[in-house]
């Protein structure tokens, strides 16, 4: 404890000034609580620089917490993008294919996606999370851009349609029964010949018995025992279209070369004849005398769920019934 000295005035001279005990204990402790307390700060700031203050800790979880919903983020918009995808094929595929308007290409649909890289700013943050930004802002976007033209494609068509509410009731448009598909167009292997040829039409699973509907307003063309194709019906629908139903059981009442049938009406019974592996409804769809894949005809019927599950399995399946 060092001396200290008050200068006293009357004296001319300095005095010792004499603490008592009571300010001797307050002076120590004042110093301990002194040092302690520049230690306690120092060895507070060096651990929340390794560990993290609370706050610290807290922000943390919440960065991990907001990193997984990014990540769920993602798989939701791999999966939109994959059903904008599957759209516009539909579109290109079925809607404008048979209006008749000129399909969009990739580069239309894909307008203006690319160029500056207007995402620099999700630099800023650590590499995972950044990426993920930018994925997620830039794939958003291009889902956007890919609805709004989808909506301006499809006013098209829409327009497209009154325009042509004739041609649009004639042309198949609709499922011939009700049953799953079995099989689809093109190379398969025939069920009783055992080796590849073109399918001409797809396979629908029915009973002996099941209703067959015409898919388009029409005047019944033929409607007899041909071939390996059973008794077959055939629908003229003008516009260069015919549909064919065949392996029939019966035909319905009244229908015969010359009569007029609508849309939806009941024209026949499925059945089992002619070369088959199976009772089911063999349907084609001919364009201009050439069979065109009549999954691309159903789009009055199929919901765009339905149309994908068809289109998978029309795809999948080697063989056909035929
Ligand atoms: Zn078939």
Same mark, same amino acid.
């Given at each position: 404890?060092?001396?200290?000295?008050?200068?006293?005035?009357?004296?001319?001279?300095?005095?010792?000034?004499? !603490?008592?005990?009571?300010?001797? $204990? #307050? !002076?120590?402790?004042?110093?301990? #609580?002194?040092?302690?307390?520049?230690?306690?700060?120092?060895?507070?700031?060096?651990?929340?620089?390794?560990?993290?203050?609370?706050?610290?800790?807290?922000?943390?979880?919440?960065?991990?917490?907001?990193?997984?919903?990014?990540?769920?983020?993602?798989?939701?918009?791999?999966?939109?993008?994959?059903?904008?995808?599957?759209?516009? =094929?539909?579109?290109?595929?079925?809607?404008?294919?048979?209006?008749?308007?000129?399909?969009?290409?990739?580069?239309?649909?894909?307008?203006?996606?690319?160029?500056?890289?207007? !995402?620099?700013?999700?630099?800023?943050?650590?590499?995972?999370?950044?990426?993920?930004?930018?994925?997620?802002?830039?794939?958003?976007?291009?889902?956007?851009?890919?609805? =709004?033209?989808?909506?301006?494609?499809?006013?098209?068509?829409?327009?497209?349609?009154?325009?042509?509410?004739?041609?649009?009731? =004639?042309?198949?448009?609709?499922?011939?029964?009700?049953?799953?598909?079995?099989?689809?167009?093109?190379?398969?292997?025939?069920?009783?010949?055992?080796?590849?040829?073109?399918?001409?039409? $797809?396979?629908?699973?029915?009973?002996?018995?099941?209703?067959?509907?015409?898919?388009?307003?029409?005047?019944?063309?033929?409607?007899?025992?041909?071939?390996?194709?059973?008794?077959?019906?055939?629908?003229?629908?003008?516009?260069?279209?015919?549909?064919?139903?065949?392996?029939?059981?019966?035909?319905?009442?009244?229908?015969?070369?010359?009569?007029? #049938?609508?849309?939806?009406?009941?024209?026949?019974?499925?059945?089992?004849?002619? $070369?088959?592996?199976?009772?089911?409804?063999?349907?084609?769809? #001919?364009?201009?005398?050439?069979?065109?894949?009549?999954?691309?005809?159903?789009?009055?019927?199929?919901?765009?769920?339905?149309?994908?599950?068809?289109?998978?399995?029309?795809?999948?399946?080697?063989?056909?019934?035929?």
């Amino acid at each position: 404890m060092k001396n200290y000295y008050y200068y006293d005035e009357k004296e001319c001279q300095f005095i010792p000034v004499n !603490y008592g005990p009571v300010e001797r $204990v #307050v !002076y120590t402790l004042g110093l301990w #609580v002194l040092v302690g307390t520049v230690i306690t700060t120092l060895s507070l700031s060096l651990l929340s620089f390794s560990v993290g203050s609370p706050s610290e800790i807290a922000l943390k979880a919440e960065n991990r917490a907001l990193y997984e919903q990014l990540q769920q983020t993602r798989s939701s918009i791999e999966h939109l993008d994959e059903q904008i995808s599957m759209i516009a =094929n539909m579109d290109n595929e079925m809607y404008r294919t048979i209006l008749g308007i000129d399909p969009l290409s990739d580069d239309e649909r894909q307008a203006g996606i690319g160029g500056a890289d207007i !995402y620099a700013r999700f630099d800023a943050y650590s590499d995972p999370s950044s990426d993920l930004l930018r994925w997620t802002a830039s794939n958003l976007e291009s889902i956007e851009r890919r609805i =709004n033209i989808q909506k301006l494609s499809f006013k098209e068509i829409k327009a497209h349609y009154n325009q042509n509410k004739e041609l649009m009731s =004639n042309i198949p448009a609709i499922r011939p029964v009700s049953g799953i598909i079995l099989s689809g167009f093109g190379m398969r292997r025939h069920p009783v010949l055992g080796y590849n040829r073109m399918h001409e039409g $797809v396979d629908f699973r029915a009973r002996v018995g099941t209703p067959v509907y015409a898919t388009g307003d029409g005047v019944v063309k033929s409607a007899r025992r041909w071939r390996t194709y059973g008794l077959l019906l055939v629908i003229d629908h003008g516009h260069g279209y015919e549909t064919r139903y065949a392996h029939l059981s019966r035909l319905a009442d009244g229908i015969r070369p010359g009569v007029t #049938v609508e849309r939806g009406q009941i024209v026949a019974q499925s059945g089992n004849s002619g $070369v088959t592996s199976g009772p089911h409804l063999h349907y084609e769809v #001919v364009k201009n005398g050439r069979p065109v894949d009549p999954l691309n005809y159903m789009f009055a019927d199929l919901t765009p769920d339905e149309y994908i599950e068809y289109r998978r399995i029309a795809d999948s399946n080697p063989m056909s019934m035929d």
